[in-house]
């Protein structure tokens, strides 16, 4: 099984940029996609970005001019920049991997634009 875990959310102001990592640890065999979701509460978890593993992207229509997926196979890392942040982009954002038949699931990292 492989190990997902994110890192780089917190606290910025409308208008902001954060920088979100997932790093894959343990078996990292046979990874394909990896993408990123969110979800804000009371909403269900939606799709942000997606990556695969030669590098064709794709995003949700909300995001699209503001963040880019982007993923370092050497690494085992995708990342997500978040540009031009609003309150609407609150959510904790979550991490995952295609592996063979199995979809592998970060804990999540907290975003929060406010002022």
């Known amino acids: 099984q492989v190990q997902l875990v994110e890192s780089g959310g917190g606290l910025v102001q409308p208008g902001g940029s954060l920088r979100l990592s997932c790093a894959a640890s343990?078996?990292?065999?046979?990874?394909?996609?990896m993408g990123w979701y969110r979800q804000a509460p009371g909403k269900q978890r939606e799709l942000v970005a997606a990556i695969t593993a030669g590098g064709s992207t794709n995003y949700a229509d909300s995001v699209k001019g503001r963040f880019t997926i982007s993923r370092d196979n050497a690494k085992n890392t995708v990342y997500l920049q978040m540009n031009s942040l609003t309150p609407e982009d609150t959510a904790v954002y979550y991490c995952n991997a295609q592996q063979l038949r199995r979809l592998a699931w970060g804990q999540g990292t907290q975003v929060t634009v406010s002022s």
């Open positions: 343990g078996s990292i065999f046979r990874i394909s996609d």
